[in-house]
């Protein structure tokens, strides 16, 4: 079965600075998707990134841009200058490509941005 | 609406009484998807349908739990006998079916079900 960890409950940066948050999985199969979703209080989650496990190139979306390793079955997400309003719980997830219904989630980050 | 709505937000039941949770999903979205989050956790797949027909149920924690989507749209997750185990926020996601190579994976969620059985 797919296992997806993330290994950091909490992480703190500091306003316009840098932060990678780390997600790693388990999984046997070569084709699936990965997502870095966002969950403020508000609770609704929010995607912020997606990457296809069969694209090689790491997907960027304005700030927010993956360090997608296969071979290591890693995926990262790195969040330049930071803003006040990333602070929020940060989800890691796979979807399996064979198994449309198959989603997991890490058990997430909680992200606190200083000003 | 544009997005996934749920509603009640809030739900307090008593132990032993049944509730009832609904999802409306974003409207031409094949698949619907009902997660249980426990406080500080991640979202845990509960079940799964494809249009009317649940493909999925097999994170259903007990026979107390009963999920429906009868025309294919709206979703109704249902607890009967409540116990204080089942407090958590309920999340109801929905998604276009997965068709490749044009693949649209994204599941919107919906703002959840804060349930707290007391």
């Known amino acids: 079965a797919q296992t997806v960890t993330q290994s950091q409950p909490e992480m703190s940066v500091q306003e316009a600075e840098t932060v990678t948050l780390s997600c790693t999985y388990d999984t046997s199969e070569s084709d699936y998707y990965l997502f870095w979703y966002k969950q403020p209080p508000s609770r609704q989650m929010i995607l912020v990134i997606r990457?296809?496990?069969?694209?090689?190139q790491n997907a960027t979306e304005n700030r927010f841009s993956v360090n997608f390793q296969k071979a290591a079955k890693s995926f990262s997400l790195k969040i330049s200058d930071s803003q006040l309003g990333d602070a929020a719980m940060y989800f890691c997830?796979?979807?399996?490509?064979?198994?449309?219904?198959?989603?997991?989630f890490g058990a997430g980050t909680r992200l606190t941005v200083k000003p | 609406g544009a997005g996934v709505s749920q509603s009640p937000r809030y739900k307090v039941a008593k132990r032993g009484q049944d509730v009832a949770l609904r999802c409306d999903p974003i409207?031409?979205?094949?698949?619907l998807f009902w997660y249980q989050q426990a406080l500080g956790q991640g979202p845990e797949f509960l079940t799964y349908?494809?249009?009317?027909?649940?493909?999925?149920k097999s994170g259903l924690p007990s026979d107390r739990f009963f999920a429906e989507r009868p025309e294919g749209s709206v979703s109704t997750l249902k607890i009967q006998r409540t116990q204080q185990e089942d407090s958590a926020v309920y999340l109801c996601a929905s998604s276009l079916r997965d068709r490749r190579p044009s693949a649209n994976t994204e599941a919107f969620f919906g703002q959840g079900t804060r349930l707290t059985v007391v």
């Open positions: 990457q296809e496990a069969y694209k090689q």
């Open positions: 349908f494809q249009n009317e027909a649940q493909l999925d």
């Open positions: 409207s031409g979205h094949v698949s």
């Open positions: 997830a796979y979807r399996s490509a064979y198994n449309n219904n198959d989603m997991r």
